[in-house]
């Protein structure tokens, strides 16, 4: 079975430019997250949809990031413009919202690097 | 305001010998508790979870148990191995709060020397 998807795995970008970093949830799931990794702070949610709506956005940093999915199977994160603060693994999680608990199953992350 | 908290960032034991990972929450409508482990360029993979309603859950070599008075998990690793060397991440949500959003501690660095 297909996990998580994300792309691109790694991206060099300069200061000012805009980062779009993509996700495809596993076929079937009605929930997806993304999750920011850095060294001071961990793993933060950023945001999270349930059958593509977003539910909660109150964990994006600022207005330069923004996500959307548009269909069950597609999400972008953007960040525009680009600072080097930015610079983390981004992580993209899907998982089947239930009233008893939810797992949720991550991609490999996209290692971003703003210069 | 860390809601779920892993107080020790690294720990180290010998191949064979048990590895007991500890969080501790805060929020008290929590009700489902989850652990990940992530290796380096990799994301977290689940590992084991566990519903308020238990104190206990098995799965081969791991196991977690719930101390709901104590607002206490753990991960116990039996025996541990080298390839279980790795970052572990507690996680916990609860629908009350935070719908399907999972909270996670900060993570504890496993090494298992052989």
């Known amino acids: 079975d297909a996990g998580v998807i994300q792309s691109p795995r790694h991206e060099v970008t300069e200061m000012g430019q805009e980062v779009t970093l993509r996700c495809k949830p596993i076929?079937?799931?009605?929930?997806l997250f993304w999750y920011r990794q850095t060294m001071m702070r961990g793993l933060e949610l950023l945001i999270y949809f349930n059958n593509n709506v977003p539910i909660d956005d109150s964990g994006m940093p600022e207005d330069r990031f923004s996500a959307k999915m548009p269909n069950a199977s597609f999400s972008t994160l953007k960040i525009q413009p680009s600072e080097p603060r930015d610079s983390a693994v981004y992580f993209c999680a899907s998982g089947w919202r239930r009233f008893s608990g939810n797992t949720i199953y991550f991609g490999e992350g996209s290692w971003l690097t703003v210069v | 305001d860390q809601q779920v908290k892993q107080n020790s960032p690294s720990l180290s034991v010998q191949e064979g010998r048990i590895s007991i990972l500890n969080c501790d929450y805060t929020?008290?409508?929590?009700?489902?508790f989850l652990w990940y482990k992530k290796y380096p360029a990799e994301g977290p993979t689940f590992l084991i979870s566990?519903?308020?309603?238990?104190d206990k859950n098995e799965d081969g070599r791991f196991t977690v148990f719930l101390n709901k008075s104590a607002k206490h998990l753990s991960l116990h690793i039996v025996p541990s191995q080298p390839g279980d060397s790795a970052v572990y991440f507690c996680a916990a949500s609860g629908e009350e709060t935070s719908g399907s959003r999972l909270t996670f501690g900060e993570g504890t660095q496993l090494t298992v020397n052989p």
């Open positions: 566990i519903s308020s309603i238990k």
């Open positions: 929020n008290s409508m929590f009700d489902y």
């Open positions: 076929s079937g799931h009605n929930s």
